[in-house]
């Protein structure tokens, strides 16, 4: 579904991906992990193309794609991204902001929209807040907009870039929820996050990237249980699992 | 002190008909030139951040020349250069000039509320597919006005009292109309202080009005 090979990005003279090669198959959850700084994001928005690779290849869906030539919006209408500080459109109430692509993006008419974003709020449990706008809204429950938001282009795999780090403690819950039953439908997903039981529960992959290269590739109980790597076991003591 | 009360009373019943027409002017004229200079605030303000060298140079060159230069200049040079190719009436040319000069400080004010816009919603309606034009008139743009509303108001009063500076190519507004009375009449002292109180009230009215808009956007939001 996702094919990444050799990828470098840097900015400015620092280097912070150092040739990632790593490939998601179709409704695979992989979960990446690592320090602040290991480049984890970075790649992630590598993915989606809102950064800009300086080297390497990404293959979306059997397609290679050309950072300069393609036309970028195509791609990334079907690649969904769910960001750390949400991002909701705030001058549109919460069923605008699931219907607006969509009708931008598909043409799909407003009618259709609309009914899609109502059923797509009710899996994410927010019917009752359709016309509310978002700053009525607790952090959870933006966050669950958000994936709303993205489930709403139906897309081929959905990013997550740390979707729970700026909750409170006792929102963090309901989001990881709705993410785990977007995995057992079968959603192809990449999972930037700190939240070790997640990854233990709902993840097939576990990727650890450190100083901008994988450093470990392994499914979770090889992960957690049985690593043979220093710095995996390091890391794995600082988050207390 | 009595008499000048007395005096001021005289000029204002004696000239209020007369200010009121050329209050109605001044309105237009503000009214052309607010409108006019918001247009170009918006075109020179998105020439300003596109990605393209020539027109930031362009957007450059206007609104440094309009800074830089005294809107009195301004009218007199856009009244003679222009008048001298097509035939434009003073009040047209007046507050033409007048929303040109505009335009340079509003595509100022547009500039930095569109990138005031925090830069997470860009990345997400560009994640979510659209490309940079729907970004930017459906995400980027409604958010960008909200915010530049209140300068933008603070703007469209300093162009109200602006618009009294076309009296120098003879449009009888309110600053025209003052200016003649004051010299007919060997009252200038009254005269100026009656047309003080007409651009008070008119200040006043659009503050109001403006205040009234903030509230409204805010209730919506």
Request: some cysteine.
């Amino acid at each position: 579904m996702i094919k990444a090979e050799n990828i470098h990005k840097s900015f400015g003279k620092l280097e912070v991906l150092k040739g990632i090669d790593m490939e998601v198959h179709p409704g695979e959850v992989v979960v990446m992990v690592g320090v602040s700084g290991s480049g984890k994001s970075t790649f992630l928005r590598c993915l989606n193309f809102l950064e800009l690779t300086n080297d390497g290849v990404i293959t979306i869906d059997g397609k290679r794609v050309d950072q300069k030539k393609d036309d970028l919006s195509k791609v990334r209408a079907e690649v969904g991204m769910v960001f750390q500080h949400f991002n909701l459109f705030p001058h549109k109430t919460v069923l605008e902001n699931v219907m607006e692509a969509p009708i931008m993006v598909k043409k799909m008419d407003k009618a259709k929209a609309k009914a899609n974003a109502l059923d797509i709020l009710g899996k994410v449990g927010l019917s009752d807040k359709a016309d509310v706008y978002p700053n009525k809204l607790s952090g959870g429950q933006k966050q669950r907009v958000a994936i709303a938001r993205a489930l709403a282009m139906e897309p081929k795999a959905l990013l997550f870039d740390e979707p729970t780090s700026a909750l409170d403690p006792e929102l963090v819950g309901e989001v990881l929820q709705v993410m785990k039953e977007l995995a057992e439908d079968g959603m192809t997903m990449v999972v930037v996050t700190h939240e070790m039981k997640f990854a233990k529960e709902v993840a097939d992959r576990i990727i650890m990237l450190n100083e901008g290269v994988i450093i470990e590739d392994a499914d979770p109980d090889t992960f957690f249980n049985h690593s043979t790597n220093e710095r995996t076991r390091q890391f794995l003591e600082m988050v207390n699992v | 002190m009595p008499e000048l009360l007395v005096t001021i009373y005289d000029v204002f019943m004696r000239t209020y008909k007369g200010f009121l027409q050329a209050g109605l002017l001044t309105i237009e004229i503000t009214a052309i030139a607010v409108v006019v200079g918001t247009f170009l605030g918006i075109v020179f303000a998105l020439m300003k951040i596109s990605h393209s060298k020539i027109l930031q140079t362009i957007a450059n060159l206007y609104i440094t020349i309009i800074r830089g230069t005294p809107l009195i200049v301004q009218i007199m040079f856009l009244y003679y250069g222009i008048t001298s190719i097509i035939i434009l009436s003073n009040f047209w040319a007046g507050a033409i000039a007048l929303g040109i000069h505009n335009g340079a400080y509003i595509a100022e004010i547009f500039r930095g509320s569109i990138q005031g816009v925090d830069r997470g919603q860009r990345e997400a309606s560009l994640a979510l597919g659209m490309n940079r034009t729907q970004t930017m008139r459906r995400i980027i743009f409604p958010q960008a006005l909200r915010r530049a509303i209140p300068p933008l108001g603070n703007q469209f009063i300093i162009t109200l009292k602006d618009s009294s500076l076309v009296y120098v190519i003879g449009v009888s507004e309110l600053f025209g109309l003052a200016n003649r009375e004051a010299a007919s009449s060997f009252l200038p002292l009254e005269t100026f202080l009656v047309v003080g109180f007409y651009y008070l009230v008119l200040v006043m009215i659009f503050t109001a009005l403006l205040r009234w808009y903030e509230n409204k956007l805010d209730v919506d939001k």
